[in-house]
């Protein structure tokens, strides 16, 4: 009798805390407590900076702090699955990239759907991708490089194995029936230390790790990845424009949050992450990071992301591409 009596006043204070919990998952009232933010990779990068950025500027939008938490390893899988296993009320965001898309499409077994497991709240920014090499190579542009890598190996160096960065180059490879050395790093700036000591004769990098470098004279900038030139080096030319026609390939950087989301709240975060891109200080630190902001629905978002990995699985299969 004991047992049934603790029994109906456990479900009597159940039914009651219902009332409430539903009351806090209101829009309206949300967010009542801090957010926490999943970066699925190591502070310092741009990936990191970004999203710290655009953090900062929803906590002050929406009043509460988003909490940042890296979680790198595994390619971003460690962060990304653990988003993905978050309860879906709003209050764990995840910082996304382009990296999404390229697991997808490079790692055979995953714990988690890239594609379905997430609810797009930010497309963010745009991440274009650029091919360098020292002040004193002897390819001046694009074709130079491409002549010399007809006719004498080159090692060309990558922030890492199935980075954007990669893909980027094996595409280039494909399109023109080149053959260089993959050398990756674990991080763009050791790749391109060992460019300016003459390792390497290139690297393929995005734009904001080198924009300062170009700049100075350091490097020479051979073509970058997007469809326009980048407002960060508007003298470096496109791929297509040295040639390489339908050659176009941009990364992001922006928020997710897991799959079954109320739309109201993912409305609302949406617009919070809106804001914090359009405010002065953040744009401008944006804009040092040779990033620019993408002006999209977060329907876009999915698109990008499914698209995106069907054309990185096409490129992985004909490389023969393997994850570290």
């Given at each position: 009798?004991?047992?049934?009596?603790?029994?109906?006043?456990?479900?009597?204070?159940?039914?009651?805390?219902?009332?409430?919990?539903?009351?806090?998952?209101?829009?309206?009232?949300?967010?009542?407590?801090?957010?926490?933010?999943?970066?699925?990779?190591?502070?310092?990068?741009?990936?990191?900076?970004?999203?710290?950025?655009?953090?900062?500027?929803?906590?002050?939008?929406?009043?509460?702090?988003?909490?940042?938490?890296?979680?790198?390893?595994?390619?971003?899988?460690?962060?990304?699955?653990?988003?993905?296993?978050?309860?879906?009320?709003?209050?764990?965001?995840?910082?996304?990239?382009?990296?999404?898309?390229?697991?997808?499409?490079?790692?055979?077994?995953?714990?988690?759907?890239?594609?379905?497991?997430?609810?797009?709240?930010?497309s963010g920014v745009a991440v274009p991708q650029i091919l360098v090499v020292r002040a004193d190579s002897p390819a001046q542009d694009l074709a130079g490089f491409?002549?010399?890598?007809?006719?004498?190996?080159?090692?060309?160096?990558?922030?890492?194995?199935?980075?954007?960065?990669?893909?980027?180059?094996?595409?280039?490879?494909?399109?023109?029936?080149?053959?260089?050395?993959?050398?990756?790093?674990?991080?763009?700036?050791?790749?391109?230390?060992?460019?300016?000591?003459?390792?390497?004769?290139?690297?393929w990098i995005n734009i904001g790790a080198v924009a300062d470098a170009v700049k100075a004279g350091r490097l020479r900038g051979l073509a970058v990845s997007s469809e326009a030139r980048a407002g960060a080096l508007p003298a470096v030319p496109t791929l297509e424009e040295?040639?390489?026609?339908?050659?176009?390939?941009?990364?992001?950087?922006?928020?997710?949050?897991?799959?079954?989301?109320?739309?109201?709240?993912?409305?609302?975060?949406?617009?919070?992450?809106?804001?914090?891109?359009?405010?002065?200080?953040?744009?401008?630190?944006?804009?040092?990071?040779?990033?620019?902001?993408?002006?999209?629905?977060?329907?876009?978002?999915?698109?990008?992301?499914?698209?995106?990995?069907?054309?990185?699985?096409?490129?992985?299969?004909?490389?023969?591409?393997?994850?570290?």
């Amino acid at each position: 009798m004991a047992h049934n009596s603790l029994s109906r006043r456990g479900l009597l204070a159940l039914a009651a805390a219902l009332p409430a919990a539903r009351a806090l998952a209101q829009p309206g009232d949300f967010p009542s407590h801090p957010l926490r933010l999943i970066v699925p990779v190591a502070p310092g990068g741009s990936q990191d900076v970004v999203a710290r950025l655009i953090a900062r500027g929803m906590g002050e939008t929406l009043g509460q702090t988003l909490q940042v938490e890296n979680l790198p390893g595994a390619g971003s899988n460690i962060g990304y699955e653990a988003a993905s296993r978050a309860r879906p009320d709003g209050y764990t965001l995840l910082a996304g990239s382009d990296s999404l898309s390229i697991n997808a499409a490079l790692f055979p077994k995953l714990n988690y759907d890239p594609l379905t497991a997430f609810t797009p709240i930010l497309s963010g920014v745009a991440v274009p991708q650029i091919l360098v090499v020292r002040a004193d190579s002897p390819a001046q542009d694009l074709a130079g490089f491409v002549a010399a890598a007809r006719d004498a190996p080159q090692a060309v160096g990558t922030p890492g194995n199935g980075s954007l960065s990669h893909l980027v180059g094996e595409l280039m490879q494909q399109a023109a029936g080149l053959r260089w050395t993959h050398v990756p790093y674990r991080g763009g700036a050791l790749a391109i230390n060992d460019l300016l000591a003459g390792h390497l004769q290139a690297v393929w990098i995005n734009i904001g790790a080198v924009a300062d470098a170009v700049k100075a004279g350091r490097l020479r900038g051979l073509a970058v990845s997007s469809e326009a030139r980048a407002g960060a080096l508007p003298a470096v030319p496109t791929l297509e424009e040295g040639g390489f026609q339908g050659l176009t390939a941009t990364g992001w950087h922006g928020l997710v949050a897991p799959a079954g989301l109320e739309p109201a709240i993912a409305a609302r975060l949406a617009a919070a992450g809106t804001a914090a891109l359009q405010k002065p200080e953040i744009a401008q630190r944006l804009a040092g990071l040779g990033v620019e902001v993408l002006d999209e629905p977060p329907a876009a978002l999915s698109r990008r992301i499914a698209a995106d990995a069907a054309r990185w699985a096409a490129v992985v299969r004909q490389g023969n591409l393997r994850p570290d």
